[in-house]
């Protein structure tokens, strides 16, 4: 069955042929990088006796370890099966450094932060999915992916958490340099409720659906911004910055 959709341009109404699950799944696969994911393996069997496999296993702009996972209709087991692919992970982690380092190298792997995040990316939501992944300990992501027209789009509706530290939490070299990173943390996470905080130690990642800021708790707190890095050490700092950062998350 086909679809209609108005183009805007020519005021006129096109047909749009429905894709079928596949050729969906296959454009998603072509595209993962748009959501800041290196493709691991497709398909990846962890128990072949009950027919479990990862859709997708990637890894992240943070180097952090992703199981995406596609969902399509309302009613599925999708969220239940990531967290079995997680804690399958985390009681074989030997063998995903072995996959890691057959892929992209030995040095690379000790990189990789193996707690992963689960993406479930589905063309539907409903209130219990946020109901669900709310009371997660994991860091779960729910991102919406639609076609209009020629353009695939995805929108994150929410996650598990706006706050993760579950990987190395914060290393502060003062008192200091902490009230300033409470200060900064609340500015960046109040510019939407997508937005994600992550802590490796002494680097802090912020990301939407893909990461738009860092910051760096070594010797003071340093902030990277569009390629510029800004040292920061009064709340002055934080506000000079804060035009051009809600610049940069709109833009995403």
Known sequence: MDIKLMNLKTNKEEKVKQKTK?????????????????????????????????DLLAIDEDYRLVVLEYRFG?????????????????EHLSEFKLLIADHFGKEFSKKV?????????????????????????YLIEAIHFRFMGQYLIFEKHFQSKSIDHSIVPCIFSSEQDENLYHELSDAVLSLGEEVVETSYGSYLSYRKI?????????????????????????????????PELGEVYDTL
Not at 212 to 221: N, T, Y
Request: proline content about 4%; hydrophobic content about 40%.
């Open 22 to 54: 596949e050729e969906t799944i296959e454009i998603l696969e072509e595209h993962v990088s748009f959501l800041g994911l290196t493709t691991i393996e497709k398909n990846y069997w962890i128990n072949h006796d009950q027919n479990y496999k990862i």
């Open 74 to 90: 309302k009613w599925s087991r999708t969220i239940q099966n990531g967290l079995i692919y997680i804690d399958y992970i985390q």
């Open 113 to 137: 932060h193996y707690v992963p995040r689960l993406i479930i990316l589905t063309e539907s939501f409903h209130f219990f999915d946020y109901q669900a992944i709310q009371k997660m300990p």
């Open 210 to 242: 893909r990461p738009f800021f860092a910051v760096s708790l070594e010797d003071g707190i340093k902030v990277y911004l569009r390629k510029k890095m800004i040292p920061i050490e009064s709340s002055e700092d934080i506000e000079k910055i804060l």
